[in-house]
């Protein structure tokens, strides 16, 4: 069952071509991850009404 | 039962991380997120494929309070494949947070979150072809589940500690037969 179940993930990621290491591009992934920053701080603070660190508590 | 040794390589074989919603979060609030690298770097080296469950999606894009906001962190997130949780996923979650009560008893409801269920099933039903990465451990118990590495971030200071979690087999058995097994007290 978990080879089926695993083959359906395979044949996902193939077929919707996404993530994928051969043309991954650590710097621009890291340049996209630091453009949407002031959404999800701001985004988390009006959610819980203070900050939050990366685990999710408050600080 | 318990594992005797920790064969980080093994853990990795099958190819596919699963990232939980306080990864995402913590790499989206990092003051520097390239200090996450070492996680890329770990699954890049073992050619593990990162993947999200739709759930995690849902903590990660909802609540934005505009359109503008919502489409950036949907297409941010989108990179990523997305799996889709179905009746089977929810039929394991349901399980195992009885079991976990049933293992704890001082665990209370409000602690025992779908999302991390949901998550938690995933290893189960992949029968260990799955790894899970988390900044929370302890959401996923170690009487069912084994922590195959542990990583800190040093981010800006503060320290992220992730978790590589995996499935294991006799853990799961032996819960599962016990909780067949139990009565109302």
Redesign the interface.
């Known amino acids: ?3 089926k ?2 083959k359906k ?1 395979e044949e ?2 193939r077929k ?1 071509g ?4 051969d043309n ?1 591009d ?1 710097e621009k ?2 340049k ?6 002031d ?6 603070k ?2 819980y009404g203070k900050d ?5 508590g408050s600080v | 039962m318990e594992k005797t040794s920790v064969d980080v390589a093994e853990a990795f074989k ?1 190819g ?1 991380a699963l990232l939980d ?2 990864i995402l ?6 003051k520097h ?2 200090n996450f ?1 070492k996680i ?1 770097d770990l699954l ?1 080296k073992q ?1 593990c ?3 999200l469950l739709n759930s995690t999606k849902f903590e990660f894009v909802g ?3 505009n359109n503008a ?1 919502y489409t ?2 949907n297409n ?1 997130v ?4 997305i ?1 889709p949780i179905n009746g089977e996923d929810i039929k394991i979650a349901s399980f195992l947070s009885s079991a976990y009560k049933f293992r704890s008893h001082e665990i209370s409801p409000k602690q025992i979150s779908f999302c991390d269920c949901l998550n938690a099933a995933q290893l189960i ?6 790894l899970l990465v988390t ?2 451990i302890h959401d996923y118990p170690l009487f069912v589940f084994d922590i195959e590495r542990t990583i800190v971030i040093d ?1 800006n200071g ?1 320290a ?1 500690f992730v978790g590589i979690i995996t499935y294991n087999e006799g853990k799961w058995l032996d819960l599962r037969q016990k909780f067949k097994e139990s009565q109302r007290n």
Not at chain 1, 18 to 21: D, G, T, V
Not at chain 2, 25 to 30: D, K, V
Not at chain 2, 125 to 130: A, E, H, N, P, S
């Open positions: 069952m978990a080879e179940n695993t993930i996902k990621t919707e996404k993530f994928s290491w991954f650590k992934f890291f996209e991850t630091d453009a949407i920053k959404i999800f701080i701001n985004k988390e009006e959610k939050v660190c990366g685990c999710g | 099958h596919f919603t306080n979060s913590a790499l989206a609030q990092a997120s390239s690298g890329l890049y050619q494929e990162i993947i609540y934005c309070n906001d950036k962190l941010w989108n990179q990523f494949t799996l039903k992949y029968g260990g072809r799955l900044s929370d981010d503060k992220v």
